[in-house]
């Protein structure tokens, strides 16, 4: 397992200087704990470039599942390295689930856009050099600030493409329909078979049906081979304790639900889809029956999830359901030209 230097965190205290503490230091946390769960040799990269009086420092995490995570990207109005040794000193390659933000609140980086296009540019390479298939990155939704818009440019002239906008949502309980047991998955058609059940090549061909004709960043499908896909959603659980479902209609596997626990409290709503012929058959009250029922038992207060702002079903279903919006954001993305 990877560590990071003390130069490296460092540097990254350095691009989250202009925020919070506490903000800064759960970003250092964050990578941290990528570093530790990766796979790669040295999975922290780092890219530092400058023109006149003003310098541009970013950095980027591989992680489990062929991807990479383009950390924060911030400009300096000195050249001065302000206690920091230069990226070529400290090594461009150096000792996710958490995407952290690009982002930039100073008006110094107006017209920077080449400059920080360069050092995205950087970032990308270094990670597609150690076989990362994707790297991914986000910013806030909405009207953007000028900042915001310098840093949308500098994606597009790095290469990066605009995945979608996704609305984060929270639900603090579902309400189920069925108080009294048996649920209604226990006396309908409706099964749920854990992950340990299934093969894992049978798991992979059906988490393929459910992408095809898929409202949910279909932009993606594609880019990452499956399997790392599913690595990247199993990152820092461990295989015999993922909680994965096959849903099933009588013997007939018609979908796959993945919760991920965040906290003693709080899980994710990684990933539910249905194969395109289960679509629209109202099996959606006996899934959040499922999730409700596994809430209950573990002790969960709080369910959330993010979806594609243009899937509307999914969107008003959840929201049937008691979850509301927390916010949007825009993901970007860019494949590794050589996968």
């Known amino acids: 397992m990877a560590s990071i230097s003390k130069a490296i965190s460092q540097w990254i205290r350095w691009c989250h200087g202009d925020q919070p503490l506490h903000v800064a230091e759960g970003a250092l946390e964050a990578v941290v704990r990528m570093a530790h769960q990766s796979p790669y040799a040295e999975p922290v990269v780092l890219s530092e470039r400058a023109i006149a009086n003003r310098s541009v420092r970013g950095y980027a995490v591989a992680c489990e599942g062929s991807i990479a995570f383009l950390g924060r990207v911030r400009c300096s109005q000195t050249q001065a390295n302000e206690g920091l040794s230069p990226a070529s000193e400290i090594g461009k390659s150096a000792t996710q689930s958490m995407h952290l933000t690009t982002t930039t609140t100073e008006p110094t980086c107006m017209g920077m856009a080449e400059v ?130 096959s849903i099933h209609i009588d013997e007939d596997p018609i979908g796959c639900l993945m919760l991920t626990p965040l906290s003693e409290r709080t899980c994710e709503l990684t990933y539910l889809g249905l194969i395109p012929e289960a679509r629209g058959h109202r099996y959606s009250p006996e899934i959040m029956d499922f999730i409700g029922q596994w809430m209950n038992q573990h002790a969960m207060e709080q369910i959330v999830l993010a979806v594609d702002e243009k899937n509307a079903p999914a969107i008003h279903l959840y929201q049937s359901f008691g979850f509301r919006e927390i916010q949007a954001i825009d993901a970007w993305f860019i494949a590794n030209p050589k996968s």
């Open 116 to 245: 920080i296009s360069g050092v995205m540019a950087d970032l990308s390479r270094s990670v597609f050099a150690k076989g990362v298939e994707m790297v991914q990155s986000i910013l806030p939704a909405g009207e953007p600030t000028p900042e915001i818009f310098e840093l949308s440019l500098a994606f597009r002239a790095a290469g990066f493409q605009h995945a979608a906008t996704l609305v984060q949502m929270e639900c603090i309980e579902i309400p189920m329909r069925y108080d009294e047991s048996p649920l209604a998955y226990e006396f309908l058609p409706v099964r749920f078979v854990p992950f340990s059940e299934i093969s894992y090549a049978e798991w992979c061909r059906l988490v393929e049906q459910t992408y095809l004709g898929t409202l949910d960043v279909p932009k993606l499908n594609g880019v990452r081979t499956t399997e790392a896909t599913l690595r990247g959603y199993a990152v820092g659980q461990a295989w015999d304790a993922l909680q994965w479902w």
